[in-house]
């Protein structure tokens, strides 16, 4: 029996994305290559903004806080994903499940409000460009920092506490490839309305208050570069924002949709598929988005490069 919980279930079997047998050697190595790639762009993105002093500034200290964060939640999942395209049943403790569970929550809360914190400095940066090193001091990035992972740290207490309260009893195949609170509520066989409460309060907040200061800092932003009279001064301006632009509707749309959708409208077959794109591919395309569409981190990486190769 799991300490501190009166579930019968010591342990859950995964029951993986799908089950094709033809599928899982090419699933395997498809979602292997995603990880890699992954594992690369995070760590490379966290390398060059350490190394290169011109990137020591509040919105790339941000950006590497987000790799950091994609490359631990990336790792949270994948590995474990993997394991279910390779073996016949794979198994994780409760303890295991419940430690996979706040950890993933701890990492995909933090991300909806690193990318809330990104579109505040980029809304400082446009709107009010004179105040922007006194607004965005260290102070200032640091304590916006800790706001960020307090808010990921609540959101994975609240949702693991109320996940632990629940008994599992005899069926104990969660139809997913990771430990997510939907399915893991499908496998209580106690009442789980108190938990689904939990889920609309806490999702809709950890959405929600990212969604809207995204918003309001955007239409402020648009607003401002709308008053800007050259088109040079304008398409820089837009520059700026169009790659945070792309990673919030990937990732909030994508979390949305699955999150904030009652499970009568979206089957789990169907929403453990959707989930791919907050927990794999999000991870994967956010350093290529800042690093294909920035000068800066293009720079970086040709002075890096530069270095290594005369040294």
Same mark, same amino acid.
């Given at each position: 029996?799991?300490?501190?919980?009166?579930?019968? !279930?010591?342990?859950?079997?995964? +029951? *993986?994305? /799908?089950?094709?047998?033809?599928?899982?050697?090419? $699933?395997? @190595?498809?979602?292997?290559?995603?990880?890699?790639?992954?594992?690369?762009?995070?760590?490379?993105?966290?390398?060059?903004?350490?190394?290169?002093?011109?990137?020591?500034?509040?919105?790339?200290?941000?950006?590497?806080?987000?790799?950091?964060?994609?490359?631990?939640?990336?790792?949270?999942?994948?590995?474990?994903?993997?394991?279910?395209?390779?073996?016949?049943?794979?198994?994780?403790?409760?303890?295991?499940?419940?430690?996979?569970?706040?950890?993933?929550?701890?990492?995909?809360?933090?991300?909806?409000?690193?990318?809330?914190?990104?579109?505040?400095?980029?809304?400082?940066?446009?709107?009010?460009?004179?105040?922007?090193?006194?607004?965005?001091?260290?102070?200032?990035?640091?304590?916006?920092?800790?706001? !960020?992972?307090?808010?990921?740290? +609540? *959101?994975? /207490?609240?949702?693991?506490?109320?996940?632990?309260? $629940?008994? @599992?009893?005899?069926?104990?195949?969660?139809?997913?490839?990771?430990?997510?609170?939907?399915?893991?509520?499908?496998?209580?066989?106690?009442?789980?309305?108190?938990?689904?409460?939990?889920?609309?309060?806490?999702?809709?907040?950890?959405?929600?208050?990212?969604?809207?200061?995204?918003?309001?800092?955007?239409?402020?932003?648009?607003?401002?570069?709308?008053?800007?009279?050259?088109?040079?001064?304008?398409?820089?301006?837009?520059?700026?924002?169009?790659?945070?632009?792309?990673?919030?509707?990937?990732?909030?749309?994508?979390?949305?949709?699955?999150?904030?959708?009652?499970?009568?409208?979206?089957?789990?077959?169907?929403?453990?598929?959707?989930?791919?794109?907050?927990?794999?591919?999000?991870?994967?395309?956010?350093?290529?988005?800042?690093?294909?569409?920035?000068?800066?981190?293009?720079?970086?990486?040709?002075?890096? $490069?530069?270095?290594?190769?005369?040294?």
């Amino acid at each position: 029996m799991a300490a501190g919980n009166s579930s019968s !279930v010591t342990e859950f079997i995964l +029951a *993986g994305l /799908m089950d094709q047998p033809e599928l899982q050697i090419p $699933l395997f @190595f498809l979602f292997l290559g995603f990880y890699l790639v992954t594992m690369v762009g995070n760590l490379g993105l966290i390398t060059l903004i350490g190394l290169n002093s011109h990137l020591h500034t509040p919105m790339y200290f941000f950006l590497f806080n987000l790799s950091l964060i994609d490359l631990c939640y990336s790792t949270t999942i994948t590995p474990k994903m993997l394991m279910s395209f390779v073996s016949k049943k794979n198994i994780i403790s409760y303890a295991g499940c419940v430690t996979q569970l706040f950890f993933f929550l701890l990492f995909v809360v933090s991300e909806s409000f690193i990318l809330s914190a990104m579109a505040y400095d980029r809304y400082v940066a446009i709107c009010n460009p004179l105040l922007y090193t006194v607004t965005m001091s260290p102070q200032a990035c640091l304590l916006l920092l800790l706001g !960020v992972y307090g808010m990921g740290f +609540a *959101g994975a /207490m609240a949702h693991t506490a109320s996940m632990v309260s $629940l008994t @599992f009893c005899a069926n104990n195949v969660v139809n997913h490839y990771m430990c997510d609170i939907l399915p893991l509520l499908k496998r209580s066989c106690t009442s789980t309305h108190v938990n689904e409460l939990v889920v609309f309060v806490v999702v809709g907040i950890d959405i929600g208050v990212p969604t809207v200061t995204i918003f309001v800092s955007y239409a402020l932003i648009l607003s401002s570069i709308l008053r800007i009279r050259s088109t040079e001064g304008r398409s820089k301006a837009f520059s700026t924002c169009s790659s945070h632009m792309i990673a919030v509707s990937l990732f909030f749309g994508s979390g949305a949709f699955v999150y904030l959708k009652p499970s009568s409208l979206l089957p789990m077959n169907q929403g453990k598929v959707s989930s791919l794109f907050y927990t794999t591919v999000v991870p994967m395309l956010n350093p290529l988005i800042y690093s294909l569409r920035n000068k800066d981190v293009k720079i970086a990486l040709k002075k890096t $490069l530069s270095k290594s190769s005369f040294s």
